[in-house]
């Protein structure tokens, strides 16, 4: 199948277009609210047959149980290629209690970077 889109299909397409969805990805009709915590990153160099992990700390500020979906994007500014303004990474779901603090853990390989690490490489 062929798509005249590109690689600009779903969330690429309304960021390219500015168009606010009204049901984005991961969206859910919590009757609660969340707090991103912190956000950390597991290694600060590593090799491209590596597996690296980002830590997110996330909390229900609410009053009720709810589900959380931690999405973790990453973008290139200046690209030789025509590229997203972001591109989804990993995501992971959580659920919470009232007042509870998970730590969500998403696990991804150094390989699925390896264009802009090649490019941080070639520009150096």
Not at 47 to 75: L, P
Not at 95 to 116: C, H, T, W, Y
């Given at each position: 199948m062929f798509?005249?889109?590109?690689?600009?299909?779903?969330?690429?397409?309304?960021?390219?277009?500015?168009?606010?969805?009204?049901?984005?990805?991961?969206?859910?009709?919590?009757?609660?609210?969340?707090?991103?915590?912190?956000?950390?990153?597991?290694?600060?160099?590593?090799?491209?047959?590596?597996?690296?992990?980002?830590?997110?700390?996330?909390?229900?500020?609410?009053?009720?149980?709810?589900?959380?979906?931690?999405?973790?994007?990453?973008?290139?500014?200046?690209?030789?290629?025509?590229?997203?303004?972001?591109?989804?990474?990993?995501?992971?779901?959580?659920?919470?209690?009232?007042?509870?603090?998970?730590?969500?853990?998403?696990n991804?390989?150094?390989?699925?970077?390896?264009?802009?690490?090649?490019?941080?490489?070639?520009?150096?």
């Amino acid at each position: 199948m062929f798509y005249e889109e590109g690689i600009y299909v779903g969330y690429r397409y309304f960021d390219k277009q500015q168009i606010e969805p009204l049901f984005p990805f991961g969206f859910g009709l919590s009757y609660t609210t969340f707090e991103y915590v912190g956000c950390e990153l597991a290694k600060s160099t590593m090799h491209s047959d590596e597996q690296f992990k980002v830590y997110v700390d996330v909390k229900n500020s609410g009053t009720r149980d709810g589900a959380e979906v931690v999405q973790i994007y990453y973008s290139q500014v200046d690209s030789s290629v025509d590229r997203p303004a972001k591109e989804l990474f990993g995501f992971e779901k959580v659920m919470l209690q009232p007042g509870e603090i998970k730590r969500v853990e998403i696990n991804m390989r150094a390989s699925d970077l390896a264009f802009m690490i090649l490019k941080a490489k070639i520009g150096k």
